[in-house]
C-alpha cells in the first residue's frame, strides 16, 4: 500500500500529477527509483502523442551572460497562451537559454546534449518531462547565440 507521503514526496519531487505519482508508485510497489523510471516513460510517450499538435503560442525568451560577451535569444512554442505563461513553461526556456548559452549547440545536436544541471538527463529529457507536466506540445522552434 502508497501511503500519502510517499505520494506528495514524489509529486514535490517531480512536478507530476498526484494520480500519476500514485499510480507510479502503486506499480512500483513504493520503490521511488522505479516510480521516477515509470513516471518518465509515461512522459515520453506522452510527448509522442503531443508531438503532432499544433503549437501555436509562446514565449521569445533572452539570457545575456553576466560578462556581456554572450546572449541568447530563444523561440519557445507550446498550444495555448495560458502554458506559454506558466511558471513551468518560462522556467524551461530560462534553462534552453542558459543551455545555449553554455554549449554552443548546433540546431541538429541540440536535444541530444546532456543537460548542464544534471548530466543524467538529455535536453530532450527536460522538453518531455516538461511536456508531461504541462499536457501540451511544447516545441522549441528556434535559437539564436550571439558572441563577442
Same mark, same amino acid.
Given at each position: 500500500?502508497? $501511503?500519502?507521503?510517499?505520494?506528495?514526496?514524489?509529486?514535490?519531487?517531480?512536478? /507530476?500529477?498526484?494520480?500519476?505519482?500514485?499510480?507510479? =508508485?502503486?506499480?512500483?510497489?513504493?520503490?521511488?527509483?522505479? &516510480?521516477?523510471?515509470?513516471?518518465?516513460? #509515461?512522459? #515520453?510517450?506522452?510527448?509522442?502523442?503531443?508531438?503532432?499538435?499544433? &503549437?501555436? +503560442?509562446?514565449? /521569445?525568451? $533572452?539570457?545575456?551572460? !553576466?560578462?556581456?560577451?554572450?546572449?541568447?535569444?530563444?523561440?519557445?512554442?507550446?498550444?495555448?497562451?495560458?502554458?506559454?505563461?506558466?511558471?513551468?513553461?518560462?522556467? =524551461?526556456?530560462?534553462? =534552453?537559454?542558459? +543551455?545555449? &548559452?553554455? #554549449?554552443? !549547440?548546433?540546431?541538429?545536436?541540440?536535444? $541530444?546534449? !546532456?543537460?548542464?544541471?544534471?548530466?543524467?538527463?538529455?535536453?530532450?529529457?527536460?522538453?518531455?518531462?516538461?511536456?508531461?507536466?504541462?499536457?501540451?506540445?511544447?516545441?522549441?522552434?528556434?535559437?539564436?547565440?550571439?558572441?563577442?
Amino acid at each position: 500500500m502508497v $501511503s500519502i507521503d510517499q505520494i506528495k514526496q514524489l509529486r514535490e519531487e517531480t512536478d /507530476i500529477s498526484i494520480s500519476e505519482c500514485k499510480r507510479a =508508485l502503486t506499480e512500483a510497489n513504493g520503490d521511488f527509483a522505479k &516510480a521516477k523510471e515509470i513516471l518518465r516513460k #509515461m512522459g #515520453m510517450n506522452l510527448a509522442a502523442k503531443r508531438a503532432e499538435r499544433v &503549437a501555436g +503560442q509562446g514565449i /521569445i525568451d $533572452s539570457y545575456v551572460h !553576466p560578462n556581456k560577451k554572450v546572449g541568447v535569444l530563444l523561440d519557445l512554442r507550446c498550444e495555448s497562451d495560458f502554458v506559454a505563461r506558466s511558471e513551468g513553461f518560462q522556467k =524551461l526556456a530560462h534553462e =534552453l537559454c542558459l +543551455q545555449v &548559452a553554455a #554549449m554552443e !549547440p548546433e540546431a541538429d545536436n541540440f536535444l $541530444s546534449q !546532456p543537460w548542464i544541471k544534471d548530466s543524467s538527463k538529455t535536453m530532450k529529457d527536460l522538453l518531455n518531462e516538461t511536456i508531461a507536466k504541462m499536457g501540451e506540445n511544447i516545441v522549441i522552434s528556434k535559437f539564436q547565440r550571439f558572441e563577442l
